[in-house]
């Protein structure tokens, strides 16, 4: 029930492979006897964050002052010009 800005969802949007992809950097350089062993498991994450990235190139081209709820199936936005009307982002 929450609306965000363009800027705040993208955010939350790159968490993930911003987050844990920079822990695993810290955890392959600090562990390199574990470095092998972390390598697979940090490439599988990146590789599934693909559809976040997707959805940041998708948001990035809308409309400066563009609102987002973050849904179940994906989220939904809603143009600052028509603040009544919603939109469905498919993700």
């Known amino acids: 029930g929450y609306w965000l800005t363009k800027r705040q969802y993208l955010a939350v949007?790159?968490?993930p492979t911003v987050v844990v992809n920079l822990a695993g950097l810290v955890a392959l350089l600090a562990f390199p006897t574990i470095r092998l062993w972390l390598i697979g498991p940090l490439?599988?994450?990146l590789g599934g964050?693909?559809?976040d990235w997707w959805m940041a190139?998708?948001?990035a081209r809308l409309p400066?002052?563009?609102l987002f709820e973050d849904?179940?199936?994906g989220f939904r936005y809603r143009p600052d010009a028509e603040p009544g009307a919603a939109a469905d982002g498919g993700a």
Request: proline residues 0%.
């Open 64 to 66: 400066a002052g563009t």
């Open 57 to 59: 190139v998708v948001i």
């Open 43 to 45: 490439a599988f994450h």
């Open 49 to 51: 964050c693909v559809g």
């Open 13 to 15: 949007a790159l968490a």
């Open 71 to 73: 849904t179940r199936d």
